[in-house]
Each structure stands twice: as structure tokens, then as C-alpha cells.
């Protein structure tokens, strides 16, 4: 028997993963998700690091996945960013033939799998405007929901707008921008446009959050709170 009324899985890469307390304070999105909801929802996060759609199922990570899964659980499913990688997938092809092996999956365990374009790297033009770094991923993720009848939360387009409405300055505290003695886990200080700062994660929840909330899920009916705040 389950736990709780409802599991909510996570499959994706190191934007969504739990981070090890040694690379405190950076954090991913699905770290911090549990406390959005009530005490009905139980959040699994598998995402894991470096992880493309592909080598995710061929490490057995989506094999684990569906042996747990049960009716009126969730899967939300987020590639993209190692996709990109010389052992990932191309966007139109072999990245849409996975995502479909993870929508699937869901569907015959009488689950609801949910997509989520890859949320942006914090890469500015000189304008001020954010510059895409992910290609045709996300527009191959949309294209696919469409054709499968799959929700879609398009963190693609809520990052952008996240942070260009913080600018080039602000957005670095979504993000794990350390100076040289900050924190004892980078005493050489760090910047990474790519993984979130554990406050920054929490703000990616909000912009999930958000997404549940335009979606006829039911999983709407069991979010606790959307004003989490962490002291950086």
C-alpha cells in the first residue's frame, strides 16, 4: 500500500535533482518541491545529474520508476539540457521517441505523466535580453505534448521571463554565483548559469506551481503554499 494518497515522480537532470549537502547551497527545482504541497502528495525525486532522455532509461532509472508508479500517481518529465551532449538525443527524432517511452510508461500504469520544457541557463545578450541555449528541445517537447495529448508546463518560456524581468544583475541569485570565501563548500567562489542556488530553486517551484495551476489537474487541489522564502 501507498504511503501517501499520491506519489509525484520526477525524471530529469541535474536542474530538478536533489543536490548532496557538500554542493550546498546549490539546489535543484524537485529538492524543494515537497513543501508546495500537502501532506497527501508524496514527492519522488529521480531526476539525476548529467542525465539525458535516453541514458535516464538506459541506466534502469525509468525501469525503477515503473515499478513503483501506481494509478493517480504523476510523472513529470524534464531533458534537455544533456540531451544536448554528444551521448543525448536529436530534438525531432530520438528525444521525442524517449519522451514518448516516459508518457507511455505512465499511461499503462494508469498514471498521468506531465511534460516540462528544460528551464533556461542565465545567458544574456547585450540587450538584456535572455539568449536560448537549448535549441529545438524545447519546441520538440511541445510539439510532441501536442501530438500525444500530454500536459505541458512550459518552463522554457516562465524562466525567461523570470529572469529577464531581474535583469543580468539580479538573476545570478536564482543561481549558484559564489564569491572567493562566501561558502565553505567553494572556498575558490563559483558562478554557474546552469544550476540554482537553493533560494533560486524555490522561486523555479513557484513558476511549476504556476503551471499546475493552468493545467485541469487534480493535483492542483493539493498545494499547501506558494510563498516559501529561504535565507540566502
Given amino acids: ?16 535533482a536533489t543536490c548532496p549537502a557538500f554542493e550546498a547551497p546549490m539546489a535543484g527545482w524537485g529538492q524543494m518541491l515537497q513543501d508546495f ?14 542525465r539525458s532522455s535516453n541514458s535516464f532509461i538506459e541506466e534502469g532509472r525509468l525501469l525503477s520508476i515503473q515499478d513503483r508508479i501506481q494509478p493517480g500517481d504523476y510523472l513529470f518529465i524534464q531533458f534537455g539540457h544533456n540531451d544536448q551532449k554528444s551521448y543525448g ?31 533556461n541557463r542565465r545567458k544574456f545578450s547585450e ?21 500525444l495529448a500530454v500536459p ?16 543580468p544583475e539580479a538573476s545570478k541569485e536564482l543561481f549558484v554565483w559564489l564569491t572567493a570565501g562566501e561558502h565553505p563548500n567553494y572556498p575558490s ?5 546552469t544550476h540554482f542556488h537553493s533560494s533560486g530553486a524555490v522561486e523555479i517551484c513557484r513558476l511549476l506551481i504556476e503551471g499546475i495551476m493552468e493545467l485541469p489537474l487534480e493535483l492542483k487541489n493539493f498545494i499547501k503554499k506558494t510563498e516559501i522564502r529561504l535565507e540566502r
Fill in 1 to 16: 500500500m501507498k504511503d501517501k494518497s499520491i506519489r509525484l515522480f520526477i525524471a530529469g537532470d541535474s536542474t530538478a
Fill in 37 to 50: 504541497f500537502t501532506e497527501e502528495i508524496e514527492v519522488c525525486n529521480e531526476a539525476m545529474g548529467g
Fill in 89 to 119: 538525443t536529436e530534438p525531432y527524432t530520438s528525444y521525442q521517441a524517449c519522451l514518448a517511452e516516459y508518457a507511455a510508461l505512465a499511461h499503462t500504469k494508469n498514471a498521468f505523466p506531465v511534460f516540462l520544457t528544460s528551464v
Fill in 127 to 147: 540587450d538584456g535580453t535572455l539568449l536560448d541555449t537549448l535549441g529545438d528541445y524545447p519546441d520538440a517537447m511541445r510539439q510532441l505534448a501536442k501530438r
Fill in 152 to 167: 505541458l508546463i512550459d518552463m522554457h518560456i516562465k524562466t525567461k521571463g523570470l529572469y529577464e524581468s531581474l535583469g
Fill in 189 to 193: 567562489g563559483l558562478q554557474d548559469d
